[in-house]
């Protein structure tokens, strides 16, 4: 499995980005796929969390009721619908997925978004 990520840009405050991960074989053995960002000179930090069988979805609480974490099966994709960008929301942002049985992490390559006042 692989995760290609992308939508990232340089856009102004207020303004709306949809980041998208492309997921390279079945989507379907990640029982968990989440968000993560990463700010210059911070640790890598939790955005939203999809989980796959319910469909249950939780948000860090800098972006709740701003970001939307969907996926797209027949598209093979998990995509984060940002909208109301703020200047800290500027990071590089990582698509996650995880397996249970076996255990294993899949991480994407990031990709930029940054937000200017």
């Known amino acids: 499995v692989q995760l290609q990520a992308s939508g990232g840009g340089l856009v102004q405050s207020g303004d709306s980005l949809r980041l998208s991960c492309v997921v390279s074989?079945?989507?379907?053995?990640?029982?968990?796929m989440r968000w993560y960002r990463q700010s210059s000179g911070k640790q890598r930090e939790f955005v939203a969390v999809?989980?796959?069988?319910?469909?249950?979805?939780e948000y860090a609480d800098s972006v709740k009721g701003r970001f939307t974490i969907s996926r797209d099966n027949a598209k093979n994709t998990l995509t984060l619908q940002m909208n109301s960008l703020k200047p800290e929301d500027t990071a590089v942002y990582y698509c996650?997925?995880?397996?249970?049985?076996?255990?294993?992490?899949?991480w994407g390559q990031g990709t930029q978004v940054t937000v200017s006042s």
């Open positions: 996650n997925g995880h397996s249970f049985d076996p255990v294993r992490d899949y």
């Open positions: 074989g079945n989507i379907f053995s990640l029982d968990v």
């Open positions: 999809l989980q796959s069988y319910s469909m249950r979805t």
